[in-house]
Protein backbone atom coordinates (compact mmCIF):
# COMPACT_ATOMS: atom_id res chain seq x y z
CA UNK A 1 0.00 0.00 0.00
CA UNK A 2 1.45 3.35 -1.24
CA UNK A 3 -0.15 6.37 0.99
CA UNK A 4 2.34 9.38 -0.96
CA UNK A 5 -1.35 10.97 -2.37
CA UNK A 6 -3.08 11.13 0.72
CA UNK A 7 -3.25 14.82 1.85
CA UNK A 8 -5.19 16.42 4.22
CA UNK A 9 -5.61 20.48 4.56
CA UNK A 10 -6.21 21.88 8.16
CA UNK A 11 -7.82 24.87 9.01
CA UNK A 12 -7.00 25.99 12.89
CA UNK A 13 -4.96 28.64 14.57
CA UNK A 14 -3.01 28.77 17.83
CA UNK A 15 -2.17 32.07 18.44
CA UNK A 16 0.51 33.58 20.92
CA UNK A 17 -2.83 35.60 22.33
CA UNK A 18 -4.37 32.55 23.28
CA UNK A 19 -1.54 30.95 25.37
CA UNK A 20 -2.21 30.36 28.85
CA UNK A 21 0.08 30.68 31.60
CA UNK A 22 0.71 27.22 32.77
CA UNK A 23 -0.05 24.18 30.45
CA UNK A 24 -2.66 22.97 32.38
CA UNK A 25 -5.37 25.83 31.84
CA UNK A 26 -4.26 25.16 27.60
CA UNK A 27 -4.68 21.22 27.64
CA UNK A 28 -8.11 21.11 29.88
CA UNK A 29 -9.69 23.47 27.19
CA UNK A 30 -7.95 21.22 24.28
CA UNK A 31 -9.52 18.52 25.87
CA UNK A 32 -13.11 19.68 26.88
CA UNK A 33 -13.43 20.89 22.97
CA UNK A 34 -12.41 17.22 21.92
CA UNK A 35 -15.20 16.26 24.07
CA UNK A 36 -17.42 18.72 23.29
CA UNK A 37 -17.67 17.87 19.45
CA UNK A 38 -20.65 16.14 18.42
CA UNK A 39 -19.09 13.03 17.13
CA UNK A 40 -17.36 12.50 20.43
CA UNK A 41 -17.37 12.29 24.16
CA UNK A 42 -14.67 11.93 27.04
CA UNK A 43 -14.40 8.82 26.57
CA UNK A 44 -13.18 9.81 23.29
CA UNK A 45 -11.34 12.88 24.24
CA UNK A 46 -8.96 11.02 27.37
CA UNK A 47 -6.85 8.49 25.05
CA UNK A 48 -3.15 9.08 25.00
CA UNK A 49 -0.30 7.16 24.10
CA UNK A 50 2.09 6.50 26.97
CA UNK A 51 5.63 5.76 25.71
CA UNK A 52 8.23 4.22 27.65
CA UNK A 53 12.01 2.89 26.69
CA UNK A 54 13.31 -0.54 27.73
CA UNK A 55 16.61 -1.44 29.65
CA UNK A 56 17.96 -1.48 25.48
CA UNK A 57 16.88 1.76 24.84
CA UNK A 58 13.57 0.70 22.48
CA UNK A 59 10.80 2.83 22.92
CA UNK A 60 7.52 0.96 23.36
CA UNK A 61 4.23 2.68 23.04
CA UNK A 62 0.69 2.02 23.78
CA UNK A 63 -2.45 3.79 24.17
CA UNK A 64 -3.94 4.51 27.96
CA UNK A 65 -6.86 6.37 29.71
CA UNK A 66 -6.14 9.46 31.17
CA UNK A 67 -8.26 9.71 34.22
CA UNK A 68 -7.25 13.50 35.92
CA UNK A 69 -5.28 15.95 34.66
CA UNK A 70 -3.93 18.71 37.19
CA UNK A 71 -0.97 21.05 38.12
CA UNK A 72 0.75 18.05 39.46
CA UNK A 73 0.41 15.46 36.78
CA UNK A 74 -1.37 13.21 34.68
CA UNK A 75 -2.72 10.02 35.84
CA UNK A 76 -3.92 6.67 34.58
CA UNK A 77 -4.36 2.91 36.11
CA UNK A 78 -2.33 -0.25 34.63
CA UNK A 79 -0.90 -3.06 35.81
CA UNK A 80 2.52 -2.31 37.31
CA UNK A 81 3.91 -5.80 36.62
CA UNK A 82 3.29 -5.33 32.98
CA UNK A 83 5.44 -4.39 30.74
CA UNK A 84 5.21 -0.37 31.06
CA UNK A 85 5.08 -0.98 34.59
CA UNK A 86 8.46 -2.98 34.30
CA UNK A 87 9.86 -0.40 32.37
CA UNK A 88 8.68 2.33 34.20
CA UNK A 89 10.40 0.78 37.40
CA UNK A 90 13.47 0.96 35.79
CA UNK A 91 13.32 4.48 33.57
CA UNK A 92 10.42 6.47 35.12
CA UNK A 93 10.99 9.46 32.76
CA UNK A 94 8.33 9.13 29.74
CA UNK A 95 5.98 10.59 27.39
CA UNK A 96 2.02 11.27 26.74
CA UNK A 97 0.79 12.02 23.65
CA UNK A 98 -2.61 12.87 22.93
CA UNK A 99 -3.76 13.35 19.29
CA UNK A 100 -7.78 14.38 18.43
CA UNK A 101 -7.90 14.11 13.97
CA UNK A 102 -11.16 16.21 14.80
CA UNK A 103 -9.85 19.44 15.51
CA UNK A 104 -5.89 18.44 14.30
CA UNK A 105 -4.52 19.10 17.59
CA UNK A 106 -1.65 17.16 19.24
CA UNK A 107 -0.54 17.83 22.80
CA UNK A 108 3.01 16.32 23.84
CA UNK A 109 3.87 15.96 27.39
CA UNK A 110 7.48 14.27 28.89
CA UNK A 111 7.56 13.51 33.00
CA UNK A 112 8.54 11.37 35.17
CA UNK A 113 6.33 9.01 36.43
CA UNK A 114 5.65 8.01 40.22
CA UNK A 115 3.01 5.43 41.88
CA UNK A 116 -0.30 6.25 43.53
CA UNK A 117 -0.61 5.21 47.16
CA UNK A 118 -2.19 2.39 47.81
CA UNK A 119 -4.94 4.11 49.55
CA UNK A 120 -5.76 6.16 46.24
CA UNK A 121 -5.36 2.74 43.76
CA UNK A 122 -7.86 1.00 46.13
CA UNK A 123 -10.85 4.07 46.05
CA UNK A 124 -10.43 4.22 41.94
CA UNK A 125 -9.95 0.24 41.66
CA UNK A 126 -13.65 -0.38 43.69
CA UNK A 127 -15.11 2.64 41.86
CA UNK A 128 -14.90 0.62 38.53
CA UNK A 129 -17.56 -1.62 37.13
CA UNK A 130 -17.53 -5.15 39.17
CA UNK A 131 -16.81 -6.97 35.81
CA UNK A 132 -13.45 -4.33 35.45
CA UNK A 133 -12.51 -5.50 38.62
CA UNK A 134 -12.91 -9.44 37.67
CA UNK A 135 -10.95 -8.21 34.71
CA UNK A 136 -7.98 -6.58 36.29
CA UNK A 137 -7.40 -8.98 38.93
CA UNK A 138 -8.01 -12.33 36.34
CA UNK A 139 -5.26 -11.07 33.72
CA UNK A 140 -1.68 -11.12 34.50
CA UNK A 141 -1.23 -8.21 32.01
CA UNK A 142 1.55 -8.39 29.43
CA UNK A 143 1.98 -12.03 29.80
CA UNK A 144 1.97 -15.08 28.23
CA UNK A 145 -1.04 -17.03 28.19
CA UNK A 146 -1.77 -20.31 26.57
CA UNK A 147 -5.31 -19.29 25.38
CA UNK A 148 -8.58 -16.82 26.02
CA UNK A 149 -10.19 -19.64 27.97
CA UNK A 150 -7.62 -19.74 30.92
CA UNK A 151 -8.79 -15.79 31.23
CA UNK A 152 -12.06 -16.86 31.03
CA UNK A 153 -11.99 -19.58 33.59
CA UNK A 154 -10.11 -17.49 36.02
CA UNK A 155 -12.84 -14.90 36.09
CA UNK A 156 -15.35 -17.47 36.54
CA UNK A 157 -13.52 -18.68 39.65
CA UNK A 158 -13.19 -14.84 41.00
CA UNK A 159 -16.34 -14.45 40.41
CA UNK A 160 -17.22 -17.60 42.88
CA UNK A 161 -14.73 -15.88 45.41
CA UNK A 162 -15.73 -12.83 45.57
CA UNK A 163 -19.23 -12.53 44.50
CA UNK A 164 -19.58 -8.75 45.38
CA UNK A 165 -16.69 -7.02 45.42
CA UNK A 166 -13.24 -7.89 44.11
CA UNK A 167 -10.14 -7.12 46.66
CA UNK A 168 -7.41 -4.69 44.74
CA UNK A 169 -4.71 -7.07 43.03
CA UNK A 170 -1.13 -5.95 44.55
CA UNK A 171 -0.04 -5.25 41.09
CA UNK A 172 -2.39 -3.02 39.97
CA UNK A 173 -2.55 1.19 40.53
CA UNK A 174 -1.64 3.98 39.09
CA UNK A 175 0.60 6.77 37.77
CA UNK A 176 1.13 10.07 38.46
CA UNK A 177 2.90 11.81 35.71
CA UNK A 178 4.46 15.20 36.80
CA UNK A 179 5.40 17.01 33.48
CA UNK A 180 8.37 18.84 32.82
CA UNK A 181 7.66 20.13 29.23
CA UNK A 182 4.26 20.51 27.58
CA UNK A 183 4.01 21.07 23.52
CA UNK A 184 0.71 21.85 21.70
CA UNK A 185 0.20 21.53 18.13
CA UNK A 186 -1.95 23.05 16.02
CA UNK A 187 -2.76 21.76 12.47
CA UNK A 188 -2.94 24.88 10.23
CA UNK A 189 -3.26 25.25 6.91
CA UNK A 190 -0.45 24.87 3.73
CA UNK A 191 1.19 22.74 6.50
CA UNK A 192 2.00 26.30 8.88
CA UNK A 193 1.20 25.01 12.00
CA UNK A 194 1.55 26.31 15.11
CA UNK A 195 3.69 24.80 17.46
CA UNK A 196 4.46 25.68 21.13
CA UNK A 197 6.38 24.34 23.56
CA UNK A 198 6.27 25.50 27.62
CA UNK A 199 9.23 24.28 29.96
CA UNK A 200 9.18 24.15 33.41
CA UNK A 201 11.39 26.57 35.02
CA UNK A 202 11.17 26.64 38.53
CA UNK A 203 7.39 27.35 39.54
CA UNK A 204 7.08 29.24 36.21
CA UNK A 205 6.86 27.72 32.43
CA UNK A 206 8.77 29.47 29.42
CA UNK A 207 7.11 29.60 26.33
CA UNK A 208 8.50 28.77 23.01
CA UNK A 209 7.43 28.86 19.71
CA UNK A 210 8.82 25.74 17.66
CA UNK A 211 9.09 25.69 13.56
CA UNK A 212 6.28 22.95 12.75
C1 LIG B 1 -8.61 2.75 23.87
C2 LIG B 1 -7.67 1.97 24.76
C3 LIG B 1 -7.60 2.28 26.10
C4 LIG B 1 -6.73 1.59 26.94
N1 LIG B 1 -6.62 1.94 28.24
C5 LIG B 1 -5.73 1.32 29.04
C6 LIG B 1 -5.50 1.78 30.38
O1 LIG B 1 -6.08 2.78 30.85
N2 LIG B 1 -4.62 1.07 31.13
C7 LIG B 1 -3.93 -0.01 30.65
O2 LIG B 1 -3.16 -0.60 31.39
N3 LIG B 1 -4.09 -0.43 29.39
C8 LIG B 1 -4.97 0.22 28.56
N4 LIG B 1 -5.11 -0.20 27.26
C9 LIG B 1 -4.31 -1.34 26.79
C10 LIG B 1 -2.89 -0.86 26.48
O3 LIG B 1 -2.86 -0.15 25.25
C11 LIG B 1 -1.86 -2.00 26.44
O4 LIG B 1 -2.23 -2.99 25.52
C12 LIG B 1 -1.69 -2.66 27.81
O5 LIG B 1 -1.68 -1.71 28.86
C13 LIG B 1 -0.42 -3.50 27.87
O6 LIG B 1 0.68 -2.67 27.56
P1 LIG B 1 2.18 -3.12 27.94
O7 LIG B 1 2.26 -4.58 27.65
O8 LIG B 1 3.07 -2.32 27.06
O9 LIG B 1 2.37 -2.83 29.39
C14 LIG B 1 -5.95 0.52 26.41
C15 LIG B 1 -6.01 0.24 25.04
C16 LIG B 1 -6.84 0.98 24.23
C17 LIG B 1 -6.82 0.69 22.74
Not at 7 to 16: A, F, I, T
Not at 88 to 94: D, E, H, L, P
Not at 99 to 126: C, D, M, P, V
Not at 130 to 152: D, F, G, R, T
Request: cysteine-free; proline content about 4%.
Amino acid sequence: MKLYDVHNEYQGHLDKAELTSTPLELAERWIADAAKDKNNNFEEANKMVLATVDPNGQPFQRVVLLKEISNDGLIFFTNYHSRKGQHIANNNQVSLLFYWSIHARQIHFTGKATLLTNKENEAYFHSRPYESQLAAAASHQSHPIENKQVLLDKVEALKEQFPDQVPIPKEWGGYNVAYESVEFWQGSSHRLHDRFIYLKEGNTWKITRLAP
